[in-house]
């Protein structure tokens, strides 16, 4: 089993910027692959970015292209996402989701077996 926990949401203006973490623990992280989800209030959850479990490949939203980073740091079993230039379309939960050997092209809801609880994120214009 794989515990997830995100943090690092908050309140932000227009053109802000904000750094998501996520610490996984209950596996050998170096294993997973890490994704970040978002969900807006009445949409259904969407893909956002993937990291591979080798750390080698990413997949990006089009909505976060050159805007927002995904990373990992095996050695803290951490997973994050760099956010620049928010728009307040931005704004939503954002969820950390992870499973075993998962590659850049893992980009589905169904696909991922662990989630963490999320973490509010919200862009004022």
């Known amino acids: 089993q794989v515990q997830l926990v995100e943090s690092g949401g908050g309140l932000v203006q227009a053109g802000g910027s904000l750094r998501l973490s996520c610490v996984a623990s209950?596996?050998?992280?170096?294993?997973?692959?890490m994704a970040w989800f978002r969900q807006a209030p009445g949409k259904e959850r969407e893909f956002t970015a993937v990291?591979?479990?080798?750390?080698?490949?990413?997949t990006y939203a089009d909505s976060a292209k050159g805007r927002f980073t995904i990373s990992r740091d095996n050695a803290k079993n951490t997973a994050y996402l760099q956010m620049n230039s928010l728009k307040p379309e931005d704004t939503a939960v954002y969820y950390c989701?992870?499973?075993?050997?998962?590659?850049?092209?893992?980009?589905?809801?169904?696909?991922?077996?662990?989630w963490g609880l999320g973490t509010q994120v919200t862009i004022s214009s």
């Open positions: 989701a992870a499973r075993a050997y998962g590659t850049a092209y893992h980009t589905a809801v169904s696909q991922y077996t662990y």
């Open positions: 209950g596996r050998t992280f170096s294993n997973l692959g």
């Open positions: 990291i591979s479990w080798s750390g080698g490949s990413t």
